[in-house]
């Protein structure tokens, strides 16, 4: 008997019980919108983590300030003033590799302007730091050398600062206060969104870093800063970018060679690297989890096909009497076990993508379906199905025609 006779007796045997067909399929079902439903919230969220990451910026290097030690207890990161804005131009000087060197300094301020107040971060900084950042400006400009050399009283402001402080207004050239000084707007940022801690990216003010020191911190250490930022020029020369910096501030803090450093240096591309992987590390484990239930789907199958092969034991004597071989009759039982799986995949990426948008709709959860988890999803239940359809058609196949006719 040929395949075509023999896919076309399987098909009509699915046909004829087709509420078994369908209850058998239910596991497979299942199964593969589970899978289906469980990649795409993980890759939704490794994209997301990786579009978080990347709006930090790229190739970047964080050096910060050592911790200040009070009453034996370490108070974090930049609470020491160990980095100075001549450890920025140094590094800018002898430092081989780098796209851009920022020193900044942060504070909470009080902003008003006319009857509007608003309370945010405030960065003093130079003219690079927008770029190694990847921030973009919306309307107006970045600050003039001028401006950061003779501490003008210009200010670069967020999307979230110019909607609470103006409404719909364009603020560039206006005039806000910071704290009590004046600063003339000179920039809008283009809006980027909170960040992967929930963090708002665009309720920020930029202000040139002499400025911020002289007329609006009031810093009991004149010419400190909190932290460095270092954008290399490649990825691939980040480690070695990373050694030099380390070097030049420990020999300009005339640190020893068995001394404690006074400042940290933190990769940001291995922190991004780490996280992207530990996102991807959770997808898998998600789709694993998911995985289960397509192999409780295949036992649903071998156990209905079981009882399948006693049911039909007349069909089957009949068959081998008038013809059929053992490969005939187990080829029969594995088409079955095969479409049966192969439907129930299918349905099961239907529901796993309506399924998924479901979920993005209600919940607000970034997810992505890959055309990678949909083919592995119908790839798996196609396995599924032959292997555990293997045994009943084995089983099938070795019943003697005379026995199987007797059979009532």
Same mark, same amino acid.
């Given at each position: 008997?040929?395949?075509?006779?023999?896919?076309?007796?399987?098909?009509?045997?699915?046909?004829?019980?087709?509420?078994?067909?369908?209850?058998?399929?239910?596991?497979?079902?299942?199964?593969?919108? =589970?899978?289906?439903?469980?990649? #795409? +919230?993980?890759?939704?969220?490794?994209?997301?983590?990786?579009?978080?990451?990347?709006?930090?910026?790229?190739?970047?290097?964080?050096?910060?300030?050592?911790?200040?030690?009070?009453?034996?207890?370490?108070?974090?990161?930049?609470?020491?003033?160990?980095?100075?804005?001549?450890?920025?131009?140094?590094?800018?000087?002898?430092?081989?590799?780098?796209?851009?060197?920022?020193?900044?300094?942060?504070?909470?301020?009080?902003?008003?302007?006319?009857?509007?107040?608003?309370?945010?971060?405030?960065?003093?900084?130079?003219?690079?730091?927008?770029?190694?950042?990847?921030?973009?400006?919306?309307?107006?400009?970045?600050?003039?050398?001028?401006?950061?050399?003779?501490?003008?009283? +210009?200010?670069?402001?967020?999307?979230?600062?110019?909607?609470?402080?103006?409404?719909?207004?364009?603020?560039?050239?206006?005039?806000?206060?910071?704290?009590? +000084?004046?600063?003339?707007?000179?920039?809008?940022?283009?809006?980027?969104?909170?960040?992967?801690?929930?963090?708002?990216?665009?309720?920020?003010?930029?202000?040139?870093?002499?400025?911020?020191?002289?007329?609006?911190?009031?810093?009991?250490?004149?010419?400190?800063?909190?932290?460095?930022?270092?954008?290399?020029?490649?990825?691939?020369?980040?480690?070695?970018?990373?050694?030099?910096?380390?070097?030049?501030?420990?020999?300009?803090?005339?640190?020893?060679?068995?001394?404690?450093?006074?400042?940290?240096?933190?990769?940001?591309?291995?922190?991004?690297?780490?996280?992207?992987? =530990?996102?991807? /590390?959770?997808?898998?484990?998600?789709?694993?989890?998911?995985?289960?239930?397509?192999?409780?789907?295949?036992?649903?199958?071998?156990?209905?096909?079981? +009882?399948?092969? /006693?049911?039909?034991?007349?069909?089957?004597?009949?068959?081998?009497?008038?013809? #059929?071989?053992?490969?005939?009759?187990?080829?029969?039982?594995?088409?079955?076990?095969?479409?049966?799986?192969?439907?129930?995949?299918?349905?099961?990426?239907?529901?796993?993508?309506?399924?998924?948008?479901?979920?993005?709709?209600?919940?607000?959860?970034?997810?992505?379906?890959?055309?990678?988890?949909?083919?592995?999803?119908?790839?798996?239940?196609?396995?599924?199905?032959?292997?555990?359809?293997?045994?009943?058609?084995?089983?099938?196949?070795?019943?003697?025609?005379?026995?199987?006719?007797?059979?009532?």
């Amino acid at each position: 008997m040929d395949l075509k006779s023999t896919f076309k007796m399987a098909l009509v045997s699915l046909k004829v019980n087709k509420m078994r067909s369908i209850l058998t399929s239910l596991g497979v079902i299942i199964g593969v919108s =589970s899978v289906i439903i469980m990649l #795409a +919230v993980g890759e939704g969220a490794s994209q997301k983590i990786a579009k978080d990451m990347e709006s930090m910026g790229s190739n970047l290097l964080m050096i910060n300030s050592a911790a200040a030690t009070s009453g034996g207890v370490r108070m974090g990161r930049g609470t020491k003033p160990t980095l100075t804005l001549k450890d920025a131009e140094a590094i800018k000087k002898e430092c081989q590799g780098l796209s851009g060197v920022a020193p900044t300094s942060k504070e909470t301020q009080q902003l008003t302007y006319g009857n509007q107040n608003w309370s945010t971060s405030v960065t003093g900084t130079n003219n690079e730091y927008i770029y190694i950042r990847d921030w973009e400006i919306l309307y107006g400009r970045n600050f003039y050398k001028e401006e950061l050399k003779n501490s003008s009283k +210009v200010a670069i402001i967020g999307n979230t600062v110019a909607s609470e402080l103006f409404g719909d207004v364009n603020p560039v050239n206006k005039t806000i206060r910071i704290g009590n +000084v004046p600063f003339k707007i000179i920039g809008l940022l283009k809006p980027k969104g909170q960040n992967g801690m929930g963090q708002d990216e665009d309720d920020i003010v930029f202000i040139p870093i002499l400025t911020a020191q002289k007329k609006v911190f009031g810093s009991s250490f004149p010419g400190t800063v909190n932290m460095i930022t270092v954008k290399a020029a490649n990825d691939n020369i980040l480690n070695d970018v990373e050694q030099q910096i380390n070097e030049i501030i420990r020999r300009r803090h005339r640190i020893g060679v068995n001394g404690l450093d006074d400042f940290e240096v933190r990769n940001l591309a291995q922190m991004q690297e780490t996280i992207k992987s =530990s996102a991807r /590390t959770m997808s898998i484990l998600l789709g694993a989890i998911a995985s289960v239930s397509l192999m409780v789907g295949g036992i649903g199958i071998m156990n209905i096909m079981l +009882v399948s092969v /006693t049911e039909r034991t007349k069909e089957i004597g009949i068959r081998m009497a008038i013809g #059929a071989t053992t490969f005939d009759i187990r080829l029969q039982f594995l088409i079955e076990s095969l479409l049966l799986s192969l439907f129930g995949g299918l349905i099961g990426v239907i529901i796993g993508i309506l399924g998924s948008l479901l979920i993005q709709m209600l919940t607000g959860t970034s997810i992505f379906i890959t055309g990678f988890s949909i083919i592995i999803s119908i790839g798996f239940s196609a396995f599924i199905g032959i292997t555990f359809g293997f045994y009943p058609a084995w089983r099938a196949s070795l019943l003697n025609p005379i026995e199987a006719l007797r059979y009532e």
